[in-house]
């Protein structure tokens, strides 16, 4: 692949995640976490559709992880890395202003570039030039926070062929928890920074800029014009060109948005190893104006269990009732960081430490996810016989032109190098620690 198209697929990716697990909500059930800036902008029937209720509900959670299980017995460990970055750090309500759309075109693969270029014509050259020096500050702990993910990965895969170390009878939950609290404190630190910069300049922002911003409906693409290319593309590397985008896309989300819509999240948002992005965006890579689909999380997991025998199908219906009361904690952290982290548009200082922490009990939380749906889809995937394995094969519907990955969020590269990961079935630790967010 060339740098050219690499570049075009890592910023394809940051809006190519459509809501899994959400596909068919409840539509007469008021929200209770609908964001207040919905109430006034034309597009509550969205709103109405799309809430953390919504997303922690046993049905969108259950289609979820059927999905997810139907990627993960179907795929291989390239497909598991795929992740679209706009996943990492996202406390600044970019997912909610995508998922209510009054146009519907939140996961047009046009839509974070259109905001981002609107957002990015309000802003000064000066300001601009931080979110620049922001990118190339983060470029190498955004690069980290991908390659973090690779030994999970590669347990979760070992924990479903059986390769198991010598005195392991399977993977370790404290150990899975501990990881992912690690590469979740790197998540903490990059949104800090992130909040840190673009909330200076929120608050800085003149009397005309809000002027122009106003102009631009959170949750309703119809009202922003297209603009041109802001930046000179050759002046920067592609990962640092994603990284300006993404950061004006989420500075407008954050700015125009809420709370609520900070602390909202999709269904798959947790336990992100095991495919379903790279089984559901990966064929929006390279297609221009391409939009991804919001029925094939649903109609798949349903499929997916259908398929499957009482004994395997129950291993994947009791997850949501056991991942109710971390989920719960899910939420409950996840604004907790969102409200410390939106004292820098007041021109206050969030708690850096206070954020850190957070971040490290959120990962804890998701390891714990994690390893529920690792071990449910090893005993389901050892146990399916030849019959459902042609099944589940013939639902994955493969293009042979799509990448093959491995991924470092959507861009393809050569097989990583990946430490010994007997330290996840709790034997030895690991060989490398992660080194200590800056201070």
Known sequence: MTTKRIAFALTLALCACAALGQDRPPQNRPPRDRPRDQQATGNAGNAQRYSIEQAISDNAQLHTIAFDALAFLTGDFAMDT????????????????????AKEGGHNTSFLTRIAFNMLAVLNDDQKAQLLALAKQQESDIRRFAEMRFPLINAFRRNLQGDLPAGSKGLDKAAVAKASADLYELDGLLAYQRAKVMGEIIHGLSADQKAALAKLKFGDSRTWP???EQLDKRSM????????????????????????????????????????????TAPAMGKQDYSISTSLTGDSGQAFLATLNDSQRKLIT???DLQRKDLAEIVTTR???????????????????KVLALSRRYGELDGEMSYLYATAFAKVGQTLTAE????????????PSEPKGPFLYSAPIQMPQIENTDYLFGVGQSASQPAAPAK
């Open 237 to 280: 590397s592609h990962e640092v060109n994603v990284a300006v985008m993404t950061y004006a896309s989420e500075m407008f989300a954050w700015y125009a948005g809420s709370l609520e819509a900070d602390t909202y999240f999709c269904p798959e948002r947790h336990g992100m190893y095991f495919g379903g992005f790279g089984m559901k």
């Open 226 to 228: 297209d603009q041109s």
């Open 335 to 353: 604004r907790a960081l969102a409200t410390e982290l939106r004292r820098f548009q007041k021109g206050e200082t969030a708690d850096k430490d």
């Open 388 to 399: 459902q394995k042609a099944k589940l094969s013939a639902m994955r519907k493969v293009d």
């Open 82 to 101: 795929f992740l679209p970055p706009g996943k990492v750090s996202d406390y600044f309500g970019f997912q909610y202003m995508r998922d209510i759309d």
């Open 318 to 320: 009791s997850l949501p």
